[in-house]
C-alpha cells in the first residue's frame, strides 16, 4: 500500500492565488500564463499597466483566471494598493514570484549614481519590498510560496554588469535567509536562476554589443538559448503542491551553464 502518494496530476484542494511582478513581459508573462494553465488565479502585474490588461486579457481568453494591476517594485504606494487590490479580488494571495527586473550592458565607471541605485532599487529592494507587503496577506491564506528570479550572472560573474549582479546575488541571500525566517509560517522561499533566455530583457541589453550573443551561445553547452517556458515551468514547480518541503534552493535553468 503507498501511504499519503496521490498517483495522478497534482491538484490543490484550493487553487492557490498567486501574485507576479514584470508580467508584462518576457519570462514573468510566461510564468503568468503557465501557472494560469495549472489552474492558479494570477495577478498579473507590472509597471506597464497597458501591458499587464493585455497579458491577463490573454490569459482569460485561454481560459484562465487572471487580473492585472499597476505595480512598479519601486513605488511603495502602488505596492500596497495592487496588493491589497489583488487579495481582494483573488480571494487571498497563497503566492508571490518576484520576477521584475531590468538591467543595462555598462562598464563599471559608467555607472553614474542614478543608474547604481536604479539598478539596486529595481532588482533587490523591489523584492524586498514586495515581499514585505505579500508576507502577511500569505500567513492568511495559511501558507505560501515565494520564488524569487535571480539570474545566474550573479554566481558566474559578468562583465559590464556590476550593480545588476550584484543585486541578484543579493536576491540569491535574501531567498536563503527568509527561507529560514518563513519556514515555521509554511511559507518557502527559493530562486528560480536563469541563464540567458530570449526575452525582450535580453534584446536591448545585447544591442550595444554586436556579435556578443553569438559568443554567449556558443558557451551554453546545449548550445541555445533559454526560453521563457523554460524558465516558467522551473517557477511553477516550486508553485505547485509538490514542493511544499522545498525551500531555500536556487535552481539553475541554464542549459548546464552553472552546474554546481
Ligand atoms: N532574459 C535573460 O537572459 C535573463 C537572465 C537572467 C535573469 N533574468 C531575470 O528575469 C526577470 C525577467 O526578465 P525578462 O528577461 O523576462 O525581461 P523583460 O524586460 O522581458 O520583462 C521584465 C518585465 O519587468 C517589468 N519591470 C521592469 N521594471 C519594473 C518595475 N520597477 N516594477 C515593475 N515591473 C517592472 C518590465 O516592464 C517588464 O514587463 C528579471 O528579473 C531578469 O533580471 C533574465
Redesign the pocket.
Known sequence: MLTGIVIGEESEERPRPILV??????????AAEVLAARGHPVAV????GD??EKAAAAIRDAGGAAHAFL?????AA?IRAAVAEAAARLGGLGGLV??????LNVPLEDHDDDLVDTLL???LS?TIKVTREVVPVLREWGDGRIVN?????ARTGMSNGAA?TAA?GGVLALTRSLARELARDEITVNAV??????????A??MRQAPGMLDKLRRGIPMRR??T?AD?ASAIAYFCGPGAGYVTGQTLSVSGGMVIV
Not at 45 to 48: F, K
Not at 71 to 75: A, H, K, N, Q
Not at 98 to 103: D, L
Not at 149 to 153: C, G, H, I, Q, T
Open positions: 511582478t514584470g508580467a508584462a513581459s518576457g519570462i514573468g508573462r510566461c502585474t507590472d509597471r506597464d501591458g499587464a505595480l512598479d517594485v519601486t513605488d502602488t518576484n520576477n521584475a527586473g531590468w538591467t532599487a529595481i532588482n523591489g528570479v535571480a539570474s545566474d550572472s545588476y541578484k536562476s536563469p541563464g540567458i533566455v530570449d526575452t525582450p530583457l535580453l536591448d541589453s538559448l533559454g521563457p524558465v
